[in-house]
């Protein structure tokens, strides 16, 4: 019986098609800063004077490229979503608003699903803005405002698939939302309350509160204290250290696992030891309302392993160490 088996290729080219084709995409990505002028300036300037959302619309790989456009304008201080073009005909037209803008992105520019809409679009009153490798083509011609996304080819041998195209409308697309973000003047606390649970916004948006042992929880002694009645604190504490407070609960010090370490190598007797020799004065404090990564600089410039918290009468309101810094992610 003849072989079924399927044939499959050689393999050797394949790290020399890659390099092609990154290299093409590369080039095409860099033409386009060469294109980038006035009409680019007039589209930024358009969707900043509208009071409405910015609708991106798109079908096929354009339709993909559109979605994520979308998805960096609204994460970035443009308010935005993404209407497929089929579904815009069977009414999702119906949320579009006089005061939106469109951006419509089609290689081509002869998409007909784009294409059937746009007049009904212009008649809601809405801007247009089309993204095209086409400023001849119909959907240029109708809009607003064109952007050129053209390329000289596509990556795939065959010059078919989009590739290249996609590529640079994803780069123009993300150009377009970063002016955007920086003519808003949005910053990064901006961008982490629309990321809240990533990395970022747990390192902007988690203050010293609400990550450290309250008051009650953090160990204590007076003064006066003797080295074993510290030693029982640290111990029962399990923070590595106490904190040494006047009759206001006012921090005069701290005594840690590095004091003690210091002290045992001057051979100091703990049966006798009186604490106030040994503690560190004026301990370094920070606010509950800072930010937790403000504690976090703070700790490793200082190469300290413990943080007193105080309020605003100087009185221990808790502490926080540098693992409940990375039991909470900020570190």
């Known amino acids: 019986m003849p072989d079924a088996s399927p044939r499959f290729p050689a393999a050797q080219g394949a790290a020399a098609l890659a390099r092609r084709v990154l290299r093409i995409e590369a080039d095409a990505v860099a033409a386009l800063a060469e294109r980038v002028g006035e009409d680019f300036e007039r589209a930024v300037a358009l969707i900043l004077q509208r009071r409405g959302r910015v609708i991106v619309t798109g079908i096929g790989k354009s339709g993909h490229v559109a979605r994520k456009l979308a998805a960096t304008l609204a994460s970035t201080g443009t308010p935005a979503y993404f209407v497929h073009a089929a579904e815009a005909a069977h009414g999702d037209l119906g949320m579009i608003t006089p005061e939106d803008v469109v951006i419509a992105l089609s290689y081509s520019g002869s998409s007909e699903e784009l294409l059937t809409i746009v007049p009904l679009v212009k008649r809601q009153g809405a801007r247009l803005i089309s993204m095209t490798g086409n400023p001849d083509s119909p959907l240029a011609r109708e809009a607003d405002i064109h952007l050129d996304a053209a390329v000289a080819e596509e990556a795939c041998p065959l010059n078919l698939a989009p590739t290249a195209s996609t590529t640079a409308a994803l780069a123009l697309g993300d150009a377009l939302a970063v002016a955007l973000l920086d003519a808003r003047g949005f910053g990064a606390e901006d961008f982490a309350r629309s990321h809240p649970g990533g990395a970022l916004g747990r390192r902007l948006l ?32 399990g923070m590595g250290m106490t904190a040494i407070v006047d009759a206001e609960h006012r921090p005069t010090g701290i005594f840690t696992d590095g004091d003690l370490r210091r002290a045992l190598e001057k051979g100091c007797d703990v049966r006798s030891a009186r604490l106030a020799e040994l503690m560190s004065r004026n301990p370094r404090t920070i606010a509950p309302d800072a930010l937790a990564v403000e504690a976090a600089e703070m700790m490793e410039r200082l190469r300290i392993s413990q943080l007193i918290v105080v309020d605003a009468d100087g009185r221990l309101a808790g502490a926080l160490t540098t693992h409940d810094l990375m039991q909470a992610k900020v570190i």
């Open 206 to 237: 988690t203050h010293v509160r609400d990550v450290m042992r309250p008051a009650e929880r953090v160990p204590t002694v007076a003064g006066d204290a003797t080295l074993a009645e510290a030693l029982l604190q640290v111990t029962r504490g």
